[in-house]
């Protein structure tokens, strides 16, 4: 599993590999700079290793040209092609006839954006694409594609599953592991172009000279591949490590140590990216200490950042017991009445959903009410909540589906993907953010499907409008294998698997039922943690007469938040989507149930033998691939696919028993009893 989707296996197909030769089995690349040299290393690997044979040969003789910037000029202009449009890192690909003979061209306006170019190049080949003709251009729709690792300084990750933190920061400054070059590789051959290295609950010494010597050596190795390094910040970082009595933003010795602190960042790494802030948020330091508004605190190290053109990516994820306002609704609160007070170079990133990274949330109602303000999309691809790295769950449907979902904000068509490209308000700066799910597992992710979310969040935060579907083809043609009975059956089992858990885990809407803490398995009964809004069930509010949230107006009203026509929808159960019913509604065990014409107890019991039923699916159709996929690979996941089906029905059982005491009804017919 360590070659990711970067395997480069032979290809099986003679006729296709023939085809390939004549493409590029001579290739040449123009220029001189670090970032060609990955280019012509990459190519000489990847090609070598698709091809049989493959080498760099001169620009009269090469099938396939790579050229960028003033070196692709002679082409640009005998060719005449255009590429202003494809701006800093889009690309184009195309067959010419040049010099009177056909050949392959990359073109880009920088050496980044040849790379990207490249990588598209040899997935084409990869996935065994007919590249006769072929004329395509490619452009990023968001800015920054980033990862956040939540790695602490121990090695330790929070929530990750994979492992420990592959930053060794031991050994770092001096000891450079082939997995960072390798990590590289992998990220901008789907696009990302950044990389929070550090927790959000962060560590104040990761801004000591100690560390950032460190940090240092990483964004070197990173730089040739297109990829900035930001850190995580601690908001009182100027009293833990600066000596200062105060963190207070509006304090001028405040101001002036983040100043400083930010120039030494710029005299060692100069394309250094910015901050990214978790502040007054589960007990994190924050401006709110000093009585200071986000926006003043953001805006403080936004200026300190701005003389190198740095950002700061300041996060929405805050909830207050003091506040007395329901959890869901605080991120809204907060950060609404701050549009506009925002610098420009601050963004505010925001969780998909309201609450936390749930199996499925309804989105978080910020995005579309901030024209002046920069959203940033923060998923997860760490599997908090979703079962670690022992279930199997693609998570590109889900992705899909929040960006899809119409915020109406500027009447219909306005997209999630739309606020977040910056297309609905023309946002100065774009990103998109993923919590990653890596670590030192020799697989990286802890679970070969799981290198899955990682490709799909890279891709998707480059162009927020391709299908989950589409991403799942080429995945498992790249990662797995090419032949079409697995290409067909895997990608099933992806594109079901995100219904599946949600089925076994939290049908209907029901949310943060899992286990204490650890957030493992099922807990619907947790009752007894230290604030309300941590225990399960404050959040499934069951008893003798019903089960679900009310957050409709005759609840806590979180729908007045959302635009119209969705806070009409969501206020009204009949036309509320039944994927979020009992997110928005506490409703009677006997109410009705459209889509079925079940009562709402038998329909939820129902979702959990169906979630339960489709990993056992999942599971056999796994097994008849026994012999078609290497052998190595099928027995790791068939091995945590085993545990995965003794979850869903772990999850299933003691859900429907919980929940059973409460609706007092049997369990409906035809369905075996739970143990
Ligand atoms: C969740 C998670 C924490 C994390 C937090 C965050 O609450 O359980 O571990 O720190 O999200 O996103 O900041």
Known sequence: GYRLWLKYDPIDNADVQQAYRQHAAN?????????TQVIKDELDFALKGLLGEASATDAESAGLIVAAGDNATVYRQKLKIETADLGDEGYLIQQVRWQNKPRLVVLANTDVGALYGTFHLLRLMQTQQNLENVALRSAPKTQLRVLNHWDNLDRHVERGYAGQSIWDWHKLPDYRYQRYFDYARANASVGINGTVLNNVN????????????????????????????????????PQLIGGLKSSDPLDKKVQAWWKNKA?????????????????????????????????????????????HGGVVMWRAFVYANEKNEERSKQAYSEFKPLDGKFDDNVLVQVKNGPIDFQPREPVNALFGATPQTPLMMEFQITME????????????????????????????????ASVIDGELYDYPITGMAGVANIGTDRNWTGHIMLQSNWYVFGRMAWNPSISSATVADEWVRMTLSNDNEVVTKVKDMMMASHEATVNYMTPLGLHHIMGAGHHYGPAPWVDSLGRADWNSVYYHQANSKGIGFDRSPSGVNAVEQYFSP????????????????????????????????RTLWSEIVHRYYQGANTVKEMANTWDSLEGKIDPWQFHQVQMAMTIQQKEAIWWRNACVLYFQQFAELPIPEGLEKPE
């Open 385 to 416: 909540y979703l079962g670690f790295s022992t279930h199997f769950v693609y998570l590109g449907p889900m992705y899909e589906e929040v960006l899809k979902t119409d915020t109406f904000a500027k009447g219909k068509g306005s997209t999630v």
């Open 566 to 597: 969705l806070k009409e929808e969501y206020a009204n159960p009949a036309t509320t989507p039944e994927k979020y019913l009992l997110w928005f509604h506490h409703l009677p065990w006997e109410y009705n149930v459209a889509s079925s014409g």
């Open 263 to 307: 120039d030494e960042i710029y005299q060692a790494i100069p394309d250094f990216g910015g901050f990214l802030v978790k502040a007054n948020s589960e007990g994190q330091p924050g401006p709110g200490d000093f009585g200071r508004t986000h926006a003043q605190g953001a805006n403080m190290l936004a200026q300190a950042l701005a003389p």
């Open 202 to 237: 962060a560590d104040p010494l990761i801004l000591t000279s100690q560390y950032l010597d460190k940090v240092k050596a990483l964004a070197d190795i990173f730089r040739p591949y297109g990829i900035k390094v930001y850190l995580s910040v601690k908001f009182s970082s």
């Open 27 to 35: 290739w040449f690349v123009a220029g001189n700079s670090a970032t």
